[in-house]
C-alpha cells in the first residue's frame, strides 16, 4: 500500500513539473537576453527564436553567451502566477447544512443545523497563460443528515397550553450519502510569497447513494423509517436522489500545499436545503 501511495505522489509531481510554462532564453554578449521558443539550432551553435509576440531573431555563436530553459515569469507585462497548469489535490471535512423534510412542513416547523462530513479528490486546469484562472471539478463523498421537529397542535393538553409538551412534538430524522460532481471557476490572488486567496463560485451535480429516515409522533404512537429518496408517503423527507447544487467558498492556500477554506452550498432543486462547509486540504 504504501510503494503504490509513494507511485501515486511520483506520478502527480511529475504531470505538475512537465506542465509548468517553460520558456527558452538566449543571453547575448552584448548584453541582451532574448526570451521566447526556440524554432531552430544548428550544430554550429547558431539559433532562431521565436518570442511571444512572434518576431523570430537569429543569432550565431559568436554573438550567443549562453542559451538555457527557464520558467516563464511574465507575459505581455502580466505577472504569472507560479502555479503548475494542473493541479491535483484532496479535500475533506465537514458540513454544517439544514434540509427541509418534505411537504408536510408548516410554518411551526423547525429545521435544524446537523453536522456531516465530506472527503475526496480535486482536479484545476489553467484557463490562462498567466494561471490567475482555474476550471475546477473532482469527485467529492457526502454524508448529510438532516432533523427536523414540528408539534402537533391537535394533541396539545390543554388548549390554554403555551408550550406544547415533548410527547406532541414529530420529530424525523434523516442522513443520505452522496457522489458530488463540481463545475466550478476559481480566482488566484497573491497575497503573498507563501499565501494565495483563492476565491470560487459555480454549481454542482449531486447524486444520491443510499440514506434513511425515522419519524416519530409520539402523540399519535406512530412510529417509520424509509428511504429518504422514495418520494411516496406523507411523511417522506423527499430528498432529491438528483439535483444540481450552488457553490461559493473562500480557500486559502499556504506554501503551494496546505489548502484550508469555508463555503456555503443550497440545493433549491430539492426542498429548503442549504449548508456551510469547512475543509482542509493538500496540493500534490
Given at each position: 500500500m504504501?510503494k ?39 550544430p ?21 553567451q ?9 507575459i505581455y507585462?502580466?505577472k ?8 491535483f489535490?484532496i ?9 427541509s ?7 411551526a416547523?423547525?429545521?435544524h ?51 406544547p ?5 414529530i420529530?424525523?430524522n ?10 466550478m471557476?476559481t ?12 476565491p ?13 429516515y425515522t ?11 424509509g ?21 461559493a ?36
Amino acid at each position: 500500500m504504501k510503494k503504490f501511495m509513494l507511485s501515486l505522489l511520483l506520478v502527480f509531481g511529475v504531470a505538475a513539473l512537465a506542465t509548468a510554462q517553460m520558456q527558452d532564453v538566449v543571453y547575448l554578449n552584448n548584453g541582451s537576453i532574448i526570451k521566447g521558443k526556440i524554432i531552430e539550432k544548428t550544430p554550429a551553435g547558431a539559433v532562431k527564436i521565436e518570442t511571444m509576440c512572434g518576431s523570430v531573431f537569429a543569432y550565431n555563436n559568436q554573438e550567443i553567451q549562453s542559451v538555457t530553459t527557464e520558467k516563464m515569469t511574465s507575459i505581455y507585462g502580466k505577472k504569472i502566477v507560479d502555479l503548475p497548469k494542473h493541479i491535483f489535490g484532496i479535500r475533506g471535512g465537514a458540513l454544517f447544512s439544514k434540509v427541509s423534510l418534505g411537504s408536510f412542513l408548516d410554518d411551526a416547523s423547525k429545521k435544524h443545523l446537523k453536522t456531516g462530513f465530506h472527503i475526496g479528490g480535486i482536479y484545476e486546469v489553467s484557463m490562462q497563460q498567466t494561471n490567475r484562472w482555474y476550471f475546477q471539478t473532482g469527485l467529492d463523498f457526502q454524508y448529510i443528515r438532516g432533523k427536523h421537529t414540528t408539534v402537533d397542535e391537535l394533541g396539545f393538553d390543554d388548549f390554554w397550553d403555551d408550550e406544547p409538551s415533548d410527547d406532541n412534538t414529530i420529530l424525523t430524522n434523516t442522513k443520505a450519502m452522496y457522489i458530488e460532481i463540481p463545475a466550478m471557476f476559481t480566482c488566484k490572488v497573491e497575497l503573498g510569497k507563501n499565501l494565495l486567496l483563492c476565491p470560487a463560485f459555480g454549481l454542482a451535480y449531486n447524486l444520491g447513494l443510499t440514506g434513511k429516515y425515522t419519524y416519530e409522533a409520539p402523540s399519535e404512537g406512530e412510529y417509520e423509517t424509509g428511504n429518504p429518496f422514495n418520494e411516496d408517503g406523507d411523511y417522506n423527507p423527499l430528498f432529491g436522489r438528483h439535483c444540481v447544487s450552488f457553490k461559493a467558498a473562500l480557500n486559502f492556500v499556504i506554501k503551494r500545499h496546505c489548502f484550508i477554506g469555508c463555503g456555503v452550498f443550497a440545493h433549491p432543486l430539492f426542498g429548503d436545503h442549504w449548508g456551510l462547509s469547512a475543509t482542509v486540504g493538500y496540493n500534490f
